[in-house]
């Protein structure tokens, strides 16, 4: 077992080594006792007993951090109970069940119901999410007793021993007290983009990961006291932050909340001077007010969205922010990593090409291979080439100096003390061009088999390397990021071998990029690996521009100049880290909608920038952490239902916003015209229950849960509105013209007045339902009419006649009334037609216009 090993503590009767194990309370107990400073190291070399723990657990001292994908039971409770809607609601029930009979207080179940039923979906999201969250949550490597454990996230307590690796996400503060060559990017906390090398004593922060080596570190802050605890709890939670979707929203409640109040002071002024009563008044006043509230839009948008939640957890599909649903659904560029997402995470050895016969080849393998006590695919199926070898040992070679793989170098070495110093990884990268082991190698990537180097450099070439961020004396590949062509400084790499592996496209592969191709979605491979193999995987895969993939160490660094090249190509190889973070904002500064794929710890700042970050279930814990989507499946195929959800969503939404809009319109426009008329207020509150329950509440309900697969359009607000205010002043103004005409012919008391508003504004209001229902189906159909169905039962029945307060008996009048509800209908359509078409002009004209602008 080597010496010092953090994977492999000492046993209790071994001597425990002086590491730099001793931090925080422990060193401070050594300090004061002189003599138990072996004791104390010893310690934690061990880590923490199980009394230990158990007395930290009891303490409090756990990381109890708040999970990323959902909110707490109390605050599902409270969010939908205390709301803005409920509160006006449940005042105006109140005052009708004080001055009115209780049949007009029928609203005052939508307060049941709305919160109820909100209450119940979102809960069924939260189970569905934590139940998700726990499958997918990486765990921790910790050493208790002695003994390396797998522990869940939120089992870490103070002063626990956690190992990690390249690809693993710090998950609580700490300091470190062992390193082999641990690289840690702290970008997502700090900025900075170089990667940091931590040495014992030093600290690292909860949200960086680690990109290269190994270490081990003692946690110092736990649960809420940890760095990036305040930050998930505050802007990753469970919500509908950052949507265009739920923007829009509270732009339609904000408006109407300003336009209810005056509204609501005309119209109880003019009640009081028009009704007979105070009681009537009042009545009146609350059937004009409650109307106004559009209650069950909130309602219906996080239906819609903890349904889609509910369905996508039945597909493996880890959702860690609700506006990721939505914004697949405008997505309108897709990045895809090519290893683990358009192929299988695994790898498997085609062959080694040896070079030098006189040189160790297979050992060499070996021993580089067991020089990682966590190897990624690339050296695990390099270890296969080493076994391959009957005298293999790589065991009596023993390494001095050891370089870790990172995406950015994109190679891997150690220097042993007797048997020289080698490096492994890309052809490319290592061999200068026009080496013709090189140009061999580029040769066998054509055909989308993965080529690598085995090279024999120097001794002392790596120490260069152990300091700062990888910023050494020593240029080329050693400067922390591959150039292109550069190979080994001075040309000194010995190419020894070329290990060829193979890997395998995921069968699902193909069908979804040919779906994204289908709905317009631009599919874009960016990829650390060689150019030539990329090209060959994307070829297979009939992916535009795959002909002529890009090097990406010969893009352009300014960001409009490389917007222009990834406009015009598909493909990349040899991306860096930092360049795929750049791609993503170049694209976006292109106006462009980007999604991101990928399962590698190179992957994880492109996530974490793009507008959807999605990671494959079994990637990284760091690219995990930073995906707002997981596919804990595995399957790429998931994507397009994540699409198809994303769309019923927005497009179902939509038809419900028209719905409850158009409701304030005409409830607003009703009011404003009773206030300056000076007339009493034509419905009761049941009234207008019945005409919203049969127009809107019951057919949106049905709506917002249909199958939809109409692709997202920017504009929610503008359609909305376009829609809504042409239908509500159409409804509005209609019904009041009817019911003034009623009310001035003197022939008929007020409840025939009111019936008759009553059957004009439910004929206008069907007739809107009617068009916001298109494209026609049999359901839907069948939904139009059930509703109808329903309103002329009650006024067939005597007993529910009398219960809503219908008494149609003026015939004149209610034809009058129903004549000018069918010309507002009419003109209502054509309205529609010349602004659907205008809108739809001007797109065309914007993308004429976009097109000619943008280069070649």
């Known amino acids: 077992m080597p010496e010092n090993d953090p994977h492999h503590p000492p046993r209790p009767n071994d001597q425990p080594s002086d590491s730099g194990l001793i931090c925080g309370a422990d060193r401070r107990e050594g300090a004061s006792t002189g003599g138990k400073v072996k004791d104390v190291q010893h310690a934690a070399a061990w880590g923490l007993t199980t009394e230990q723990v158990d007395q930290r657990m009891a303490d409090g001292q756990v990381n109890d951090a708040p999970r990323r994908s959902s909110r707490s039971a109390a605050d599902i409770v409270r969010a939908n109970v205390f709301t803005r809607f409920n509160a006006i609601i449940g005042a105006l029930f109140v005052l009708v069940m004080i001055f009115g009979q209780w049949q007009d207080g029928l609203f005052g179940g939508i307060i049941i119901a709305n919160t109820a039923i909100g209450i119940i979906q979102e809960l069924r999201a939260k189970r569905t999410l934590d139940r998700l969250a726990v499958v997918g949550e ?13 522990l869940d996230q939120r089992q870490i307590v103070l002063g626990d021993l956690l190992m990690v690796g390249s690809g693993d996400r710090v998950v609580v503060d700490g300091e470190v007290s062992e390193s082999e060559g641990l690289e840690v990017d702290e970008s997502l906390l700090t900025g900075e983009a170089d990667a940091v090398h931590k040495k014992p004593g030093d600290p690292v922060m909860s949200g960086s990961f680690v990109v290269a080596g190994n270490g081990v570190f003692t946690a110092t802050k736990v649960g809420r006291d940890a760095y990036a605890a305040a930050l998930v709890e505050e802007a990753s939670r469970f919500s509908l932050a950052r949507s265009e979707l739920q923007t829009g929203i509270n732009k339609f409640l904000k408006y109407v909340t300003w336009l209810i109040i005056p509204t609501a002071i005309l119209l109880i002024i003019s009640q009081l001077a028009a009704a007979q009563s105070f009681a009537q008044a009042v009545v009146g006043a609350v059937a004009g007010v409650a109307t106004m509230v559009p209650e069950g839009l909130v309602l219906m948008t996080s239906i819609a969205f903890a349904v889609g939640v509910v369905r996508l957890g039945r597909r493996q599909c880890l959702v860690q922010e609700l506006p990721a649903i939505e914004v697949l659904a405008r997505v309108d560029v897709l990045c895809v990593d090519k290893t683990g997402t358009l192929t299988e995470p695994g790898m498997d050895l085609d062959e080694v090409v040896v070079l030098r016969a006189d040189l160790p080849v297979h050992t060499a393998l070996a021993a580089l291979a067991d020089t990682d006590p966590r190897p990624n695919p690339t050296m695990r199926a390099a270890a296969q080439a080493g076994a391959t070898d009957p005298h293999d040992a790589g065991a009596g070679w023993k390494a001095d100096t050891v370089v870790p793989f990172s995406s950015a170098r994109k190679w891997s070495g150690a220097e042993f003390t007797d048997d020289g110093t080698w490096v492994f990884g890309a052809a490319d990268v290592l061999l200068a061009e026009g080496d013709p082991n090189r140009e061999h190698a580029e040769r066998l990537g054509t055909s989308g088999l993965r080529v690598l180097a085995l090279c024999r450099v120097p001794d002392g070439t790596l120490n260069g390397t152990l300091n700062g961020p990888l910023n050494g004396p020593l240029n080329g590949p050693l400067n922390g990021q591959a150039v292109a062509g550069a190979g080994w400084p001075d040309g000194t790499a010995e190419a020894a071998a070329l290990v060829v592996l193979r ?11 040919r779906y994204f191709a289908e709905q317009g979605v631009t599919v874009k491979v960016i990829s650390g690996d060689n150019p030539a193999s990329v090209g060959a995987i994307a070829r297979a895969l009939e992916i535009p521009g795959a002909e002529h993939p890009v090097d990406a160490r010969t893009m352009p660094e300014d960001l409009g100049e490389m917007a222009d090249l990834l406009e015009r190509n598909s493909v990349f190889g040899r991306v860096s880290p930092q360049q795929k973070r750049a791609m993503v904002k170049a694209l976006q500064s292109r106006g462009r909608t980007v999604a991101m794929t990928g399962d590698g710890v190179n992957d994880v700042l492109a996530l974490k920038d793009a507008d959807l970050g999605v990671s494959m279930g079994s990637g990284s814990g760091a690219t995990r952490a930073v995906a707002k989507i997981v596919l804990l499946n595995d399957s790429f195929a998931t994507l397009p239902h994540v699409v198809a959800e994303g769309r019923r969503v927005l497009g179902n939404i939509e038809r419900v916003a028209n719905l409850f809009l158009t409701k304030t319109v005409y409830s607003i426009l009703l009011a404003v015209l009773v206030g300056l008329l000076h007339v009493r207020f034509p419905f009761l509150p049941r009234h207008l229950t019945l005409i919203s329950a049969l127009t809107i509440g019951i057919p949106a309900f049905f709506l917002a849960l249909s199958p939809n697969l109409e692709r997202a359009r920017p504009g929610f607000v503008p359609r909305v509105l376009r829609f809504a205010i042409p239908a509500g002043i159409a409804c509005g103004a209609a019904t009041f013209a009817g019911y003034y005409l009623a009310t001035e012919n003197g022939v008929a008391a007020f409840a025939q007045d009111s019936s008759t508003a009553t059957i004009t504004l439910f004929s206008l209001a069907m007739w809107a339902l009617v068009l916001i229902a ?43 009334a129903l004549g000018i509800a069918a010309v507002a209908a009419v003109l209502l359509s054509l309205t529609l037609r010349y602004e659907h078409r205008f809108p739809d002009s001007l797109d065309r004209a914007r993308e004429l216009i976009g097109a000619l602008r943008r280069p070649g």
Not at 138 to 150: H, I, L, N, S, Y
Not at 503 to 513: D, K
Not at 786 to 800: E, Q, S
């Open 503 to 513: 890997q395998r496209l995921r069968p699902e592969a193909s069908a979804t990029v």
């Open 138 to 150: 990486t765990p921790v490597r910790a050493r208790r007793d002695g003994q390396v454990r797998e």
């Open 774 to 816: 298109r494209p026609y189906t049999w359901w839907r159909i069948g939904l139009v009419a059930a509703m109808a169905a329903a309103f002329m039962i009650v006024l067939a029945v005597p007993g529910l006649r009398d219960f809503f307060a219908l008494y149609p008996g003026a015939v004149y009048n209610d034809t009058v």
